[in-house]
């Protein structure tokens, strides 16, 4: 038992019994690491300021590096520590876990230590991680690499082999939840639900009494997150190959640049367009299923064959093929068209047929519209931060083009008030359903006013846009921090897309 705690030599007793002195001299006097870790056999390592706190060493690092990322999948990690003082010709290899400490307290406590004293200003840090660096075991090295075989073990930190199993099992799927962008579902789950409620309108208004097909309704389901996890793959991996998103500096956050798993080194190029094909693969699969349960032949030609082969089509050009469709900026019309009418129509498609009743092919299109509207709104706002990468690498998005002056400058008051009016449109398209609804029950359904609901929401968000778009014009000095301010915006977005759209699923239900 020693400073340590419980700890165990191991190899050469003698040595490791000798080098204990020394041991503990480096690990006090700590000051400088390169710390190394992987993910899915891809290594990272990072040269950071460190300091000794306990029985553990206290490091930070940006929320946008790549280490950061590394550490949020898998904690374990190996350090070599060196010190400022040159009578020491050995270093200090140190074996653990990271831990993130998000007391605001411990955080400040980190900061101070490493700089002497004095931590960075609040909003600075805010910008880092602060980790604790767990030793499972410590070890001499020199700079040859030279093997000593002694080491000190402490087998207090270690963790069992269940537990490590689990933490991969864990951090292989929070790499992937990452890497297709699962919080981005929404968007594909809101205009299912809505073609699932839009057909359940019609059958109540045909007055049939079958069961409701949950089989194949849970299959649109899991086809289309299919879909739109394979069009997140291979968007990130035509973004990888043009370098937009290696170009992209606003890293760290869920909303923009992809989800920087190339990029951060978390999985490699090939892993993610073999991950697209195969979830492509998932999607046309489940497609000829369902086709086959309708018209008793997997390729019997039906208009789910059409909307399959076009929403498959809008996810692989959109950023890859020699069409690039978000490079032309006919990226604004693939996502509301594929994340809108294609889904919409297409689950109400399977579920009306599935029922033996007429197909709500106007009914359908009508509730798309808002849908896609708030889809677009979604795309629109994330391409704000991505603009100056996108404009670098030949990206010509509309915001791009609308945001660009003739001296190279980037001007947001264009495309803002571009999202101005396609915010006021899609709840303007959601009054005139819920007035269509009380003109022509047969069309809609007067319930619609539901989704309004969220328009609260959109004023907040067009107000924080709006003084983000005048600060962005009065601080250039400000821009590197900047494009991290509007994520509220990127949030309430989203937010406002996914309420809508419940809302009007479930207007459409309360009028079947």
Known sequence: MDQFGAM??????????????????LFDKARRMVIAGAIDGNPSATPLLCARDGEDLVFAAHRASR??????INPRAQAIVETDDPLFSLLLEVTGFCVELREAAARGR?????????????????????????????????????????WQALPQNRRSDARLALDDLGGWM????????????????????????????????????????????????????????????????GDHETGADEGNEVGGNPFTGGSRAIQLGMVAAWKVLLGSAICFGGTVAIGLHINAALA????????????????CALGIMYTMGP????????????????????????????????????????????AALPVSVFVLLILWINQFQDAPADAAAGKRTWVVRLAETAGGDIDFRRPFRAYLALDAAGFGLIALLGLIGRADPALATRYAFLALLPLPLALVAARKGSLWVRRWRAAPGERARLPFELLGVNAITIGVHLATGLLLALAYLLAG
């Open 8 to 25: 165990r030599l191991g190899g050469n007793a003698e040595r490791a019994s000798a080098d204990q002195a020394l041991t503990a001299q």
């Open 67 to 72: 280490l950061t990322a590394l550490l949020s």
């Open 110 to 150: 980190v900061l101070a230590a490493l700089h002497g004293g004095a931590g960075p200003d609040d909003a600075a840090a805010r910008e880092f991680a602060c980790y604790r660096l767990r030793p499972t075991r410590l070890a001499l090295v020199d700079r040859m690499a030279t093997p000593r075989f002694a």
């Open 174 to 237: 929070r790499l992937w939840i990452r890497t297709v962008r699962a919080p981005f579902f929404t968007a594909a789950i809101v205009p299912v639900l809505l073609g699932g409620a839009v057909a359940r309108f019609a059958i109540a208004r045909a007055g049939t009494g079958a069961d409701w097909p949950w089989a194949l309704f849970l299959w649109c389901i899991a086809g289309v997150l299919l879909a739109a996890a394979g069009t997140n793959l291979i968007n990130d991996y």
């Open 296 to 311: 008793g032949h997997a390729l019997a030609p039906t208009p789910l064959l059409g909307f399959g082969v076009i929403g």
């Open 323 to 366: 069409f690039r469709l978000s490079y032309r900026g006919l990226g604004e019309v693939a996502v509301p068209l594929g994340f809108g009418p294609v889904i919409v129509l297409g689950t109400a498609y399977v579920l009306a047929s599935a029922m033996h009743v007429p197909v709500p092919w106007l009914v359908g299109l009508l």
